[in-house]
């Protein structure tokens, strides 16, 4: 089975119906009901709580999904049902699509009543291409969605084509003219890498190489979650989100990146000057065969500069 555009239309709007409503039952929750509970997996502490939000979350985007599941024989991995023991034998890995779920990115950010939290919802190809990413924000309303499908791809923040602008112009290299928003740069990363014995090097080698296209200013946001901070580099450029590769499982999961990497292959269709890709430059895996995580390769997500420019090596 093929899913044609007129169809990838009806599920974004779908998926879009499902973020909202989960969206609108965060946003209304009741904090002084909120109980963190704990779930072991991952390696980091951001893995490994989990809220009572997260669970009706995730059930209310099930409940406007579950047609769309029966019709198309989707999969479905979600961030509260996903059993890493089962990893190798889930349905996604024989589904010719599959929703991948993450009701309440962000859940850190959520429980101290700060930005950085969201909802993502993609749908993804048993070859591992997001086909379709949709991630709102709830607190500050904003709503993204994105088809990626060749010429038929979109990008659409709060209901308008989205195409990011620019104002200046850095020298060309590597064949392409190289656009920025400002002299500071901001790089995202997630608050536990700070504890992690290469975060200096990293920054230094960042800061080195922002002085090579003549960026001075480096300023570092480790605050939120997966998503937002994706999202950020699209709403902060130049900027970019790294996380390098790690023995321990972790390092997100696939539910952390499929729609926000949507997001930003559908903006590269449009000739946007952004990066989305593993550590090393190649497509992240996300129908990875054997584990629901991503420490294996690491992300890189970017604006406005060379890939090359900031693999960390």
């Known amino acids: 089975m093929q899913l044609n555009n007129a169809e990838l239309e009806q599920l974004l709007q779908l998926a879009t119906k499902a973020a909202l409503a989960a969206g609108e039952y965060i946003t209304q929750f009741d904090r002084t009901l909120l109980e963190v509970d704990s779930k072991c997996v991952g390696s980091s502490l951001s893995a490994q709580v989990v809220t009572q939000v997260d669970l009706d979350s995730q059930a209310l985007i099930l409940s406007v ?36 779920i993450d009701p309440l990115d962000g859940t850190l950010p959520f429980i101290e009543n700060m930005p950085g939290y969201a909802v993502s919802i993609a749908l993804v190809s048993k070859s591992g291409k997001p086909l379709i ?13 994105a088809i990626n499908d060749g010429s038929n791809s979109k990008v659409v923040k709060n209901g308008q084509p989205w195409l990011l602008q620019s104002s200046d112009t850095l020298p060309e290299q590597e064949g392409k003219t190289l656009t920025i928003f400002s002299d500071v740069f901001t790089l995202f990363i997630d608050r536990s890498f700070s504890q992690d014995p290469r975060y200096n090097p990293l920054l230094e080698a960042v800061a080195e190489q922002l002085k090579l296209v003549g960026i001075r200013s480096l300023e570092v946001i ?35 990146f499929s729609a926000t990497a949507a997001i930003f292959e559908a903006l590269i269709q449009s000739g946007s000057a952004v990066a989305v890709s593993n550590i090393h430059g190649a497509p992240l895996d996300l129908n990875r065969k054997d584990s629901n995580y991503m420490n294996h390769e690491g992300v890189f997500y970017s604006v406005n500069l060379p890939l090359n420019s900031f693999i960390y090596r």
Request: with cysteine.
């Open 65 to 100: 999904l579950a047609p769309s599941i029966k019709y198309y024989n989707l999969g479905v991995l979600s961030e509260e049902n996903a059993d890493e023991a089962q990893a190798a034998h889930h349905e996604r890995l024989t589904s010719e699509y599959f929703w991948c």
């Open 133 to 145: 990413g949709v991630v709102f924000n709830p607190p500050s309303g904003d709503l993204y969605q």
């Open 222 to 256: 480790n605050t939120s979650g997966a998503v937002m901070n994706a999202i950020g580099v699209l709403e902060n450029a130049p900027a970019a989100y790294i996380k390098l590769p790690k023995p321990q499982k972790g390092g997100g999961s696939l539910w952390d």
